[in-house]
């Protein structure tokens, strides 16, 4: 059973950084970010390939959040910065069998529990 660990929310003033990490048990898989914020549903983030040769981001946050990740570590990370009020949701990180990532949820074989970010006025 594949297990995925977020970590690296909380709350942070509107503007600011925060750099959130996933880690997951065994090998390494195609891994995307998504967000859930109260009463919305779950929105595509950011993904990244295997390799880390390719990345596709959500337009909410093009400009603004990087992910990356660290094969060696099995840890996939999303670098948000210029944070807004409305970057405030639950965080998931999802894999999947395979070397490319996916936008759709549905796509995703393995989530982690979530982790919460809040930007705050």
């Known amino acids: 059973q594949v297990q995925l660990v977020e970590s690296g929310g909380g709350l942070v003033q509107a503007g600011g950084s925060l750099r959130l990490s996933c880690a997951a048990s065994?090998?390494?898989?195609?891994m995307g970010w998504f967000r859930q914020a109260p009463g919305k549903e779950r929105e595509f983030v950011a993904a990244?390939?295997?390799?880390?040769?390719?990345?596709s981001y959500g337009d909410s946050v093009k400009g603004r959040f990087t992910i990356s990740r660290d094969n060696a570590k099995n840890t996939v990370y999303l670098q948000m910065n210029s944070l807004k009020l409305e970057d405030s949701a639950v965080y998931y990180c999802?894999?999947?069998?395979?070397?490319?990532?996916?936008?759709?949820?549905?796509?995703?074989?393995?989530w982690g529990q979530g982790t919460q970010v809040t930007v705050s006025s």
């Open positions: 999802a894999a999947r069998g395979g070397t490319w990532y996916a936008k759709s949820e549905s796509a995703y074989d393995y």
């Open positions: 065994g090998r390494s898989y195609a």
């Open positions: 990244i390939n295997l390799s880390g040769s390719s990345t």
